[in-house]
Nanobody, 124 residues
Framework: QVQLVESGGGLVQAGGSLRLSCAAS????????MTWFRQAPGKEREFVAA????????LYADSVKGRFTISRDNVKNTVYLQMNSLKPEDTAVYYC?????????????????WGKGTQVTVSS
């Protein structure tokens, strides 16, 4: 059973930065594709960024491209989301998710395990 624990969320002013971390345990992290999603109040959960097993391939939602960076450390069993130039519309609960395949995946239905989320609030 893979467990994911997100951290690093908080309150930040528009234009600021945060780095989210997602620590994995109980599985073979280095073979899993990992994805960040987010869900704002009253909205559907949406794809943010994804990374393949080795970190050689990444994919971003258009809304965060150029501002967010996903990365991973397979020694520390952790995936990161560096968020720069934050906007109020980035306010959401951010979820880390993973799947047993090693490729990039962007749909919620394609995930095998999820974290509980971390709140990010960007004030204007």
């Amino acid at each position: 059973q893979v467990q994911l624990v997100e951290s690093g969320g908080g309150l930040v002013q528009a234009g600021g930065s945060l780095r989210l971390s997602c620590a994995a345990s109980g599985g073979t992290f280095s073979s899993n594709g990992m994805t960040w999603f987010r869900q704002a109040p009253g909205k559907e959960r949406e794809f943010v960024a994804a990374i393949n097993w080795s970190g050689s391939r990444t994919l971003y939602a258009d809304s965060v491209k150029g501002r967010f960076t996903i990365s991973r450390d397979n020694v520390k069993n952790t995936v990161y989301l560096q968020m720069n130039s934050l906007k109020p519309e980035d306010t959401a609960v951010y979820y880390c998710a993973g799947h047993w395949g090693g490729v990039v995946r962007i749909i919620t239905g394609g995930m095998d395990f999820w974290g509980k989320g971390t709140q990010v609030t960007v004030s204007s």
